[in-house]
């Protein structure tokens, strides 16, 4: 970069605040052939600057706060799954207490490796960043590679360990998930029939219209040919004429498929618009915890929003506001405001953290 010297821009850039900037002079000299010698391909560094085309009016700036690891918390605690939660309530390194539960490796060699090394320990990456981004909802081995574990291990008979690893040091999450038969031996055709946890519920719902079927926090009913699931929040969840049909497992065991009619917006998932839709517990878990997750931020926008941070737009876990210059709104007021626990969640581990600027950046 004839700007600042450093010669890993064009390899794979990290599009901090600064380097926006200093690609923007390249792109305001006009000069193509100096933005390819400066930067290569010219697409992807619009594309990496794109965020940084958002800046705050010239007498404001951006303060941005978003939660940590808000999924994560919010499945933790939905399925009591309690070491997690102490970790979300005290250091926070999930990915290293995760990687440590699943290899058996102590927890305090990962941050004794980063002392020594000045980075952070393989399985870090490898085990624990792939298996809490890939398994939170029922991920097997596609779900694995998707988050990069090809470039981990060798076949899928090593992912599947280490997927199975993962499940057996967070039985409370499988157990939320629920399913339709309960293993009673060592595997898994050693089992008898049982509706639990939220696969369990929603199966129960439909064959019990006008009835309700709880799991911790959430709750399932029928009412006028749609099932109802119920947050902490109070919020309803919607699935219009829900249907049982009668089908196997992938262990050829006699189980109902859970069907209902809704609109696909995404193309990559088959044709835009109204279909019938099969759900189970992973699926619906990641439906009530992306579901929490919007209930908290909405209630912190609303917060925000009343306490002078005007939010000019959100995106994912973060709310961004536009304040003047000088007016005495900081980042921590903002975080202070944001990680206010609602009265539905009044002992989860709520975090946040972010940056103030004039343009906006990635974290």
Known sequence: ???????????????????????????????????????????????????GLFIAADDRELICCDFSAIEAVVLACLSRCQWRIDVFNTHGKIYEMSASKITGVPFEEFAEYKKANGMHHPLRKSIGKVAELASGYGGWIGAWKAFGADEHFDNDDDIKMQVGAWREASPEIVEFWGGQHRQVGAKPWDSKPELFGLEGAAVAAVLNPGQCFAVGDISYGVANDVLYCRLPSGRFLHYPRPRLDQGDDHFRRPCYKLTFEGYNSNSQKGPVGWHRMETYGGRLAENVTQAVSADIQAEALKRAEAAGFPVVMHTHDELTAEVMIGSGKTLAGMTEVMTQRPEWASWWPIRGAGWTHKRYQQD
């Open 1 to 51: 970069c004839p700007e600042c010297g450093a010669n890993e821009w064009t390899k794979d850039p990290e599009w901090t605040v600064e380097a926006v900037e200093y690609a923007l002079k390249a792109i305001h000299t006009r000069d193509l052939n100096y933005v390819l010698e400066a930067w290569g391909d010219p697409c992807a560094l619009l594309a990496g600057c794109l965020r």
